[in-house]
């Protein structure tokens, strides 16, 4: 069987984004690892309590010879825009999650709104990439 294990998302400052998805998000530390034979790359991820088997990894961009400096540019472009990754989380309760996380200082860029699959909220993280907070309607 196929399952996910993780997926990445680019971030400016993995301390930064550490802090950010364990402290304002409630997430858990899944992995904080540094290998200086790979000179000092840091795997970082996170999960959420509860789902221990899935992860997000807090990926720092990386220079040359691993990423040129165009292609380093144009990742950090797309995540100023909000377009180099999507988090998708459910919740039981969007407008209480809303609530909690915004008393927790996470900025939301879109309050929970009626969808046709649900309610659907949004934040960015620091480093800008998009988070989608969904209630998902159940269907039957």
Not at 123 to 128: C, E
């Amino acid at each position: 069987m196929i399952k996910i294990g993780s997926a990445q998302l680019w971030v400016h400052d993995q301390q930064a984004a550490l802090d950010f998805y364990t402290r304002k998000v409630g997430m858990e530390i899944r992995s904080d690892v540094t290998l200086p034979e790979m000179g000092d790359f840091r795997w970082l991820a996170v999960g959420p309590a509860g789902q221990s088997d899935v992860s997000i990894v807090l990926m720092a961009i990386p220079g040359p010879p691993i990423m040129d400096d165009a292609t380093a540019d144009e990742v950090r472009n797309l995540m100023a825009k909000g377009f180099a990754g999507t988090v998708f989380l459910t919740t039981d309760d969007c407008h209480a999650s809303y609530e909690e996380l915004s008393e927790r200082g996470v900025e939301f860029v879109e309050k929970p709104e009626e969808r046709p699959y649900g309610i659907d909220a949004a934040f960015r993280d620091p480093s800008g990439n998009n988070v989608r907070l969904t209630q998902v309607r159940e269907i039957g």
